[in-house]
């Protein structure tokens, strides 16, 4: 059974850092793009980066330059590392992937393009 699990969430004071990490079991991540959302009390569920089968990557634009997404497909793990947090990152962090063996998925940071989804891990940024 495909299961991903999120963990490294914590608290953190403005301008820390965090890494994030999704293990994936019951398949190989080699043909799956995986993606990271955020969903923040009170909002709608956001995509915040992905990274393809061939290593290619996105990020929404409030991340871009703090946020660095890698895969370790010998670990069937993708990984999330955020710089240079800020209070407004504070939300819960879930990885989710789909069967796409064609580089970079033109819907994302779309939600729906995703089959299977992680139970999430919570990152405060507070001082």
């Known amino acids: 059974q495909l299961q991903l699990v999120e963990s490294g969430g914590g608290l953190v004071q403005p301008g820390g850092s965090l890494r994030l990490s999704c293990a994936a079991s019951?398949?190989?991540?080699?043909?799956?793009?995986i993606g990271w959302f955020r969903q923040a009390p009170g909002k709608e569920r956001e995509g915040v980066s992905c990274?393809?089968?061939?290593?290619?990557?996105y990020y929404t634009d409030s991340v871009k330059g703090r946020f660095t997404i890698s895969r370790d497909n010998a670990k069937n793990t993708v990984y999330l590392q955020m710089n240079t947090l800020k209070p407004e990152d504070t939300a819960v962090y879930y990885c989710?992937?789909?069967?796409?063996?064609?580089?970079?998925?033109?819907?994302?940071?779309?939600?729906?393009?995703?089959?299977?989804w992680g139970k999430g891990t919570l990152v405060t940024v507070s001082s």
């Open positions: 989710a992937t789909t069967y796409y063996p064609w580089g970079l998925p033109p819907w994302f940071p779309a939600l729906g393009g995703m089959d299977y």
């Open positions: 990274i393809s089968n061939d290593g290619s990557t």
């Open positions: 019951g398949f190989t991540l080699d043909n799956y793009v």
